[in-house]
């Protein structure tokens, strides 16, 4: 069962529970970002690669409030040059765009995403990072 709370209630929440965050002025300057759209225009600089601040994408605003994802799992120590890797549920492409460095282009990357919104993210990231394979 999934509680569903309306925009005045969730908004009160969300003020209510600014000050006790982390980092409150990053979050609320991500949340005005994204609520603007004008995220679309930043590029985030993460782990030696780039990811465009999408308005919809949670990944996007968490690299946005906390810097690179530090708990992440490196990934790519696990495969070489010219290996086959399999992202399945790649999202904005956080794993798969390190793993398309890791494997060069003699390596190929599928990154598979059901959902056609996050899809395109995915695909402009690896568009900004240069990958083809």
């Known amino acids: ?5 309306s925009k005045p209630i969730r908004l009160m929440h ?3 529970n600014l000050p006790k965050h982390e980092h409150p002025m990053r979050l ?3 949340v005005f970002l994204q609520y603007t759209r004008l995220s679309s225009f930043i590029t985030l600089q993460t782990q ?5 601040f999408h308005p919809r994408s949670a990944i996007a605003l968490a690299t946005w409030v906390y810097g690179s994802r530090k708990h992440d799992a490196d ?3 696990y495969v070489k040059a010219g290996d086959n890797v399999v992202d399945v549920g790649a999202n904005i492409g956080t794993v798969s765009i ?3 460095a890791a494997v ?3 390596g190929r990357i599928i990154s598979i995403e059901p959902h056609p919104v996050i899809f395109r993210y995915l695909q402009e990231n690896l568009q900004l990072n240069g990958f083809k394979n």
Do not use: V, W
Not at 1 to 5: A, C, D, F, Y
Not at 48 to 52: D, E, I, Q
């Open 104 to 106: 060069g282009d003699e």
């Open 98 to 100: 390190p793993m398309a």
């Open 75 to 77: 990934l790519s120590k």
């Open 28 to 30: 609320l300057i991500c």
């Open 48 to 52: 030696g690669h780039k990811l465009r």
């Open 1 to 5: 069962m999934s509680l569903h709370l």
């Open 14 to 16: 969300f003020l209510f």
